[in-house]
């Protein structure tokens, strides 16, 4: 299973918000460049970005650092955030991601998320962001009447590489991730699934590694990093456990 560790960008500075609350956000002294080449020297092989200013803007704000920790450190970078035209896609497949993370742009108008999979083959992730059963947008300020395996549904064979499924109600609280639900996306799912969303100890992990089921890709890792209840020593153990 890979290991995804997070790095939220805001202001340039490394953040984590509570349940996608810019209100409700904790700043780290780190920057994002010190972050990713942390997560580089204990091993890590993948890395999940999120562009918070580009989540308010819809533009890709923070590009420069995303091409440094490109072209800095050989990891595998799936880089989301307000991606909401096929100019942005570009312009991030062009720094050399692996994959670049659709969401409330992908939910609102799927003919957008058709195209963008048909354009840049095996590079687009959907993230899923659901809050009981239904997908939430524009930040999860806004939860649609679209039923979270409904969309799947629906989507399924457009061609997306990867899904995100983040339990809006465990995000950044440290509860554990809801590992019942992500295997009824990733039975659903045409692509492999990662999990995202509330892993508080390295038990979350090892819970998440004995899944019985193949499509299951990953796991991201991000709040329990910064506050040291996971030690980076000991979440590295477990990339080729």
Known sequence: MKIFPAIDIKDKKCVRLIKGDFAN????????????????DHG??????????????????NLDIIQ???SKFDMKIEI???VRDLESIHKYTDTGVEKVILGSAAIKDKNFLKEACQKFHNKIAIALDSKDGYLSVSGWKEKTNQLTLDYLEEVKNFGASRLIYT??????????PNLEETVR???????PVIISGGVSSIEDIKKAKELKNNNIEGIIVGKAIYDGDIKLEELAREIDA
């Open 44 to 61: 890590f092989k993948n890395l999940h970005i999120v562009d918070l200013d580009g989540a308010l803007t819809g533009e890709t704000v």
């Open 167 to 176: 339990d809006i109600n465990r995000d950044g609280m440290k509860q554990s």
């Open 80 to 82: 989301g955030g307000g």
């Open 68 to 70: 440094q920790i490109v």
């Open 185 to 191: 996306v990733a039975d659903k799912s045409n692509c």
């Open 25 to 40: 956000k904790t700043e780290y002294k780190i920057s994002p460049i010190d972050q990713a080449g942390k997560y580089k």
